[in-house]
């Protein structure tokens, strides 16, 4: 609901042929040089067409960038140490601001999304290798989101829980360690962790 659906309208970002957007994605690996890149899982975080063609265009691009015969004109080639898949949908987190809300008498903004979801069967939680404490910087990353005003509704279930709640019930941003060029110990709290400074 609210997303497009196919037909795709024109000019949206799944509809963009994967080897120029791969491009254009190497050619900033390249100037800028990361050291860890973040994307979408395989299903896009939700099945949503443009966070599909963003995993894809992620992981396309974290390959291509170390390999000097692709994308030549791209720049000198960069080998990213590590590639994370951002994970914000989980159950447990959603049941905790949930259930704040009905401690106050009020209709939390998961409900419809709890009432079938197997509290078994999170298969996403299951995935998360690394747990970053980052609550200090929650109102950043929701000035981001409000940032992009076609795609998030500001009086919507994603901002109607207070950043306090939210620092105090779930100060952690989750992430799962999809590739990387360093050794690694599982699980991490940090998204560096292995890489020599």
């Known amino acids: 609901e609210g997303d497009p659906l196919p037909p ?3 000019g949206c970002f799944a509809l963009v042929p994967l080897v120029e957007s791969t ?66 949908f989980i159950r447990q987190r959603m049941q905790l601001i949930q259930d704040e809300f009905e401690k106050r008498g009020e209709e939390g903004p998961f409900a419809k999304w709890l009432k079938d979801w197997d509290p078994e069967l999170d298969v996403v939680a299951d995935r998360i290798t690394t747990r970053i404490e980052c609550s200090k910087y929650f109102a950043q990353r929701d000035d ?14 994603f901002f109607r829980t207070p950043i ?16 990387s060029r360093v050794p690694v110990t599982l699980p991490e709290d940090d998204l560096f962790a292995g890489i020599d400074p």
Do not use: C
């Open 23 to 88: 491009e254009r994605l190497v050619r900033v690996i390249r100037e800028f040089k990361p050291h860890v890149l973040t994307t979408y899982d395989e299903n896009g975080g939700y099945p949503h067409p443009d966070h599909i063609r963003t995993h894809q265009v992620s992981m396309a691009a974290y390959e291509a960038a170390a390999d000097y015969r692709l994308y030549p004109d791209a720049g000198e080639p960069w080998s990213v140490s590590k590639l994370y898949y951002n994970h914000g």
């Open 144 to 157: 981001a989101l409000l940032a992009h005003a076609t795609q998030i509704d500001p009086k919507g279930a």
């Open 8 to 10: 795709l309208p024109d």
């Open 164 to 179: 306090e709640w939210q620092q105090r019930l779930w100060p952690t941003e989750e992430y799962e360690l999809a590739r």
